[in-house]
Nanobody, 120 residues
Framework: VQLVESGGGLVQPGGSLRLSCAAS????????MGWYRQAPGKERELVAG???????NYADSVKGRFTIARDNAKNTVYLQMNSLKPEATDVYYC???????????????WGQGTQVTVSS
């Protein structure tokens, strides 16, 4: 199982970006999905999460501006980021809790990370 992220880049303050994260491989079931951010020297922190039933939760700093969504048919999770601020600059990682084929338990898998830079 592997997760591949796309969609990061450089954007001006107030702009928008859409991150995508697609899982592939021997997947039996995908449970919760989420997006995290991490600055150099700091711990990874949750930005947004979504359950199998579509229940979402967000960090207070992004509520009303970011939207997480999932496409179960494509094994993909998205993060729509609007009204971006310079403080959103970080490396963003996706995570999916996946039960692989032939495995009894699920575990978290991580994407490779994508850089988001908000600057004029």
């Amino acid at each position: 199982v592997q997760l591949v992220e796309s969609g990061g880049g450089l954007v001006q303050p107030g702009g928008s970006l859409r991150l995508s994260c697609a899982a592939s491989g021997s997947i039996f079931r995908i449970n919760a999905m989420g997006w995290y951010r991490q600055a150099p020297g700091k711990e990874r922190e949750l930005v947004a999460g979504i359950t199998t039933s579509g229940i979402t939760n967000y960090a207070d700093s992004v509520k009303g501006r970011f939207t997480i969504a999932r496409d179960n048919a494509k094994n993909t999770v998205y993060l729509q980021m609007n009204s971006l601020k310079p403080e959103a600059t970080d490396v963003y990682y996706c995570s999916e809790n996946i039960r692989a084929i032939g495995m009894y338990l699920s575990r978290d898998y991580w994407g490779q990370g994508t850089q988001v830079t908000v600057s004029s």
